[in-house]
């Protein structure tokens, strides 16, 4: 069966949410954000876009996609933050359909570029995101990063 590409709607938050949960562990994290802050961000403050990829029984997998804007150039810069198909629907070609819509619809809203990452050792990923024509960028330089506690 062929699996529907669609943008998510709020009731597809609950499976997003475990999905998010497996991705993390998968990581060696944990999830700790909850439904509410999910919704929050990707419906009501826009923070967050989500497609799905949907079965009559329900979600396959998902991919968040951050908007951040490019203050050289005054556009916009979409990186797909999170892509995440269930172990039993992989090398189906679902993700290469989820990355094809979230390309398109960066298209149609003006983006001016989409990015994508991968662990180093995914050398399958790298190697279908390439074939996509992605173009593998430079190595950044040092990242740093300070947790901040909330204010007293």
Known sequence: MTPTIREAVPDDLPAILQMIDLLARHHGETARISLDTLRRQAFELGLARLW????????????????????????TMLDLNHLFIHEWRRRAGIGGR???????????????VLTIGTHPGNTQAQATYRGMGFQELPPRGPQFSIALEAAS
């Open 52 to 75: 799905v990829a949907a079965e009559p029984e329900g979600l396959i997998g998902y991919a968040l996609v951050l908007r951040r804007p490019n203050m050289v150039s005054g556009g």
């Open 98 to 112: 989820l990355i094809a819509a979230v390309r398109a619809q960066a298209r149609a809203e003006g983006a001016e």
